[in-house]
């Protein structure tokens, strides 16, 4: 009994809590980030159109994340997309998603990596790329990446939360400096019209594919294209998610039960069509190289994803209906003689 009170009292003190699950998710939107080192390439393309670009981009991922809202109230599972695809669709196209999620981090990880390596070196030697310093640069970058990690993942979460707290500090108060001085001309309404004209387990093959890209081609280039090319399998489980929340509306339609039409019908159909648009973007003919290979690339890509649990069903079954729960912590296919409601969905009830 005794035995039994310690370890109670061991996992409530290993528990993050709410505030230590959010974080991780909230740092790895990385808004400083994405910010400053990619809004440059963004008004390169749209000019001053740019954060009309971003209000479009906010329209695509508030009807997703709608989308796993009106999941969560009929599934409540810490699962995500890859727990509300199964269910919806079915084990082998969440798997197929969820293999192509993968290896879209991996590869996009790959890209902020050797940019991360690339820049240090710029600014530490004052040369774009130096040839075997930029690459071991990025190794150690990804190693101290790691080291949070190692030392437990309370320890990760703070440091998390102290580096987090610092960008938020740093984007107000550039924030609070554009609003109160503007630019050159002042404030504007220009930059909200149309523009006119033109994970950790994952850290080492993300590490060791973008020093390899270097190869081939500068860093510069290469965390461009890799972080260009990986962002598609994200995209993909966007989109699936959404097209899984209409057919789920289609399945409880079947059964008798009424959910809001606008919430799981209309609001994915936006999430889908805004998405679509930077798929469209990445993959559309007549690119220079080397972005002319990613319809290809894509293709190979969504057919590993697809390969995998054709095969994974043929030769290992049980594990397919498992592998939704190993890829994102879903829940695990209730076995004969679970409760009604279990039944009914299929699934086992969450459990603490």
């Known amino acids: 009994m005794a035995t039994t009170t310690r370890s109670r009292r061991s996992l409530r003190r290993g528990q993050l809590g709410l505030f230590g699950v959010i974080m991780p998710g909230v740092a790895q939107v990385a808004p400083a980030f994405n910010l400053f080192f990619t809004t440059g390439v963004m008004v390169s393309l749209a000019g001053a159109s740019a954060p009309l670009i971003f209000g479009i981009s906010m329209v695509g991922m508030v009807a997703t994340a709608s989308s796993l809202a009106q999941f969560a109230s009929v599934y409540p599972s810490a699962g995500s997309f890859i727990t509300y695809i199964t269910r919806a669709i079915g084990a082998r196209v969440a798997v197929a998603v969820g293999v192509i999620t993968i290896l879209g981090y991996i590869i996009a990880f790959g890209g902020i990596y050797i940019f991360v390596g690339s820049y240090i070196v710029q600014n530490v030697f004052g040369n774009p790329h130096i040839w075997g310093i930029t690459q071991l640069t990025t190794i150690v970058y990804g190693a101290l990446v790691v080291a949070p990690v190692v ?3 309370k320890f990760g979460v703070r440091v998390t939360v102290v580096l987090y707290a610092f960008e938020v500090i740093l984007l107000l108060v550039m924030s609070v400096t554009i609003l109160a001085r503007g630019g050159h001309a002042g404030l504007s309404s220009v930059p909200f019209r149309w523009p006119g004209g033109s994970t950790d387990v994952l850290i080492a093959p993300s590490i060791a594919i973008g020093v390899i890209s270097t190869a081939f081609t500068s860093p510069a280039t290469a965390s ?86 054709l095969l994974l069903g043929a030769f290992r079954p049980q594990a397919l209906r498992q592998a939704p729960a190993l890829l994102e912590g879903g829940e695990q296919p209730e076995p004969a003689g679970g409760s009604r409601t279990d039944r009914r969905y299929g699934w086992r009830a969450a459990r603490g």
Do not use: C, H
């Open 151 to 153: 030392a437990g993942l």
């Open 224 to 309: 461009g294209f890799l972080s260009t090319f990986g962002i598609l399998g994200v995209v993909i489980m966007y989109l699936a998610a959404n097209i899984a929340l209409i057919v789920e509306w289609a399945k409880l339609r079947r059964r008798g039960e009424r959910r809001n039409p606008w919430l799981w019908v209309v609001v994915p159909v936006i999430g889908v069509a805004v998405l679509a648009v930077p798929v469209w973007g990445d993959l559309r003919p007549g690119q220079p190289r080397p972005y002319n290979t990613l319809p290809w690339l894509a293709i190979a890509m969504v057919a590993v994803g697809i390969v995998y649990p």
